[in-house]
């Protein structure tokens, strides 16, 4: 009678929480490898270029006026481009 119920939450393990895992991992390999010159979106939308990196923080520079703006870290949502410019 017990097995269905664990046979569900191996299932759910596998199908939810390892992929999630995954997926945080690979999110803060991302943040904690950003340098100067990376392309990255903002949760907000924001596209920039990493001008500086501080410990939290990011120093974005945004097109077309080259408006610098800085965000936590944790706003950036993935790199557009790895290539320095």
């Known amino acids: 009678m017990m097995l269905p119920i ?3 939450f191996g299932v759910l393990y596998f ?3 390892l992929p ?3 997926q945080k991992k690979q999110t803060q ?3 904690a490898g950003l340098q100067n010159g990376d392309t990255v979106v903002t949760t907000g939308g924001v ?3 990493i001008v500086a990196v501080e410990d939290d923080s990011l120093v974005l520079r945004v097109k077309p006026d080259n408006v610098k ?3 936590a870290r944790s706003a950036v ?3 557009v481009s790895g290539e320095k410019k």
Do not use: A, D, I
């Open 47 to 49: 596209v920039g270029t």
């Open 29 to 31: 390999k991302m943040l």
């Open 20 to 22: 999630m895992q995954r």
């Open 6 to 8: 664990l046979l569900m």
């Open 69 to 71: 703006l800085q965000f």
């Open 77 to 79: 949502t993935s790199l």
């Open 15 to 17: 199908l939810l929480f």
